[in-house]
């Protein structure tokens, strides 16, 4: 008769996810996770083959962190910026539990993880994209003939890319991004 197993997938990755938190992706080792959990190095080869695949399962939660952090920031009625920029100070939120850039981190990994994550990061810049297009197309204030001339899941993943990048670079030029994003929606306010 088989008994409970001494730690299931979930209780590892979330030692391991908060280990990368603590140390990066860099310095998560099988050894350290085994560890930390009371287990044995073999018994995370039960349910991760690799680090690659370790690394995928932590980068794929924390990108599922930040398709449900998007969540809800779509209010009817508020201004497409207004979502842009509950987005970004959501999505900083979650990167200052991380001792290091997670971002940059996660943009040098090796090819074999970022192919195991792929399919499913994808899916989840998605979920994103449609927030900020759902903003887009829904501001009150932007003229719809706009969108006549712009696609509007271009600009959405346009707008991802320049928060993306702000928040990878430790330079905050994302309120620098939206001054020229207003002019461009909106046009010259009055002074």
């Not at 990066?24 to 690799?50: M, Q, W």
């Not at 690659?52 to 201004?79: D, H, M, N, T, Y």
């Amino acid at each position: 008769m088989a008994g409970k197993p001494a730690i299931t997938k979930a209780e590892i990755l979330d030692v391991a996810y908060a280990r990368a938190q603590q140390d990066g992706l860099g310095g998560l080792s099988i050894r350290s996770v085994a560890r930390e959990c009371g287990v044995a190095v073999g018994t995370l080869y039960n349910y991760f083959p690799d680090k690659a695949s370790l690394v995928s399962a932590i980068v794929l939660r924390f990108w599922g962190l930040v398709s449900k952090s998007s969540e809800g920031i779509f209010v009817p009625g508020e201004s497409a910026l207004d979502c842009c920029r509950a987005l970004f100070t959501k999505l900083k939120a979650l990167l200052s539990g991380f001792q290091i850039n997670w971002l940059r981190e996660i943009s040098m990994l090796d090819v074999q993880t970022l192919e195991l994550i792929r399919e499913e990061k994808v899916v989840r810049l998605d979920d994103i994209y449609e927030v900020i297009e759902r903003a887009l197309l829904n501001d009150p204030r932007i003229d719809s003939g706009v969108f006549e001339h712009l696609d509007s899941r271009r600009m959405a993943r346009v707008i991802w890319r320049s928060l993306f990048d702000s928040l990878r670079s430790d330079v905050e030029v994302f309120d620098d991004f939206l001054e020229v994003l207003s002019l461009a929606l909106y046009g010259p306010s009055d002074l």
